[in-house]
């Protein structure tokens, strides 16, 4: 079986400081590990993705996460944050050879002028 | 790219009344395609789950149905709507290298009043 879960439910920032969401995955197999962030009234829009290579992943928007593999994380930051960042923000897990993504609850980010 | 649709955007339905949402794949031949659901302020329920046409596998026991009866089309249905079907319904297609990554159309927000 495969989990997520996301420790933080709600980040506030100040605008232009760094930010680190949390997201820790549970799994028995390899995986495929997602972010994706949704604005309001929106669709899921894919920020970055690790598949296999190297464990630090860039995406868009500046943002950029780390695969850990003993510590089963997969925590997204980005050094300097902007209004346009308010959002909520859901990390993904999928197994190898498994049909689905399973989400984390996800965490929503405010940025505080 | 792929490219999925969903329409309508929003949609106020009586309680006891029949649903169709349709969603739509443009740029991918075929993809696993899935329905998810949203309630307010929580995370992402998967609901249906299709790898093929008419092949339609089910989550959550609830009120909804699915179908599949084009490689690019996925239908979710209801023949008397309850209050707690209210949420936003997301379609989602795999895309991407190996298909591992999801794409997501821009959703439906349904009440039921």
């Known amino acids: 079986a495969q989990s997520v879960t996301q420790l933080d439910s709600q980040v506030p920032v100040f605008e232009e400081a760094p930010v680190e969401l949390r997201c820790n995955y549970s799994s028995s197999v390899s995986v495929y590990l997602f972010w994706y962030v949704q604005y309001p009234n929106q669709g899921l829009q894919l920020l970055l993705k690790?598949?296999?290579?190297?464990?630090l992943v860039k995406g868009i928007n500046g943002f950029e996460a780390e695969f850990n593999k003993s510590q089963t994380s997969f925590h997204l930051r980005k050094p300097s944050v902007h209004i346009s960042d308010t959002a909520e923000y859901f990390c993904?897990?999928?197994?190898?050879?498994?049909?689905?993504?399973?989400f984390g609850t996800g965490t929503r980010l405010t940025i505080i002028p | 790219s792929q490219t999925i649709h969903q329409w309508p955007a929003t949609l106020v339905q009586p309680v006891g009344s029949p649903l169709s949402l349709e969603c739509t794949v443009e740029g991918t031949s075929n993809p696993n395609l899935y329905w998810y659901r949203q309630a307010a302020g929580r995370g992402l329920q998967l609901l249906f789950y299709?790898?093929?046409?008419?092949?339609i596998s089910s989550e959550v026991p609830q009120n909804l149905s699915a179908s599949r009866p084009q490689d690019r089309q996925f239908i979710l249905s209801s023949k008397k709507l309850l209050l707690s079907d209210s949420g936003f319904y997301l379609c989602?297609?795999?895309?991407?290298?190996?298909?591992?990554?999801?794409?997501f159309g821009s959703g439906t927000r349904l009440t039921v009043v």
């Open positions: 993904a897990v999928r197994n190898f050879g498994n049909e689905k993504l399973t």
């Open positions: 299709s790898v093929g046409i008419g092949q």
């Open positions: 989602a297609g795999t895309s991407g290298p190996q298909g591992v990554g999801y794409t």
């Open positions: 690790y598949l296999s290579g190297s464990t």
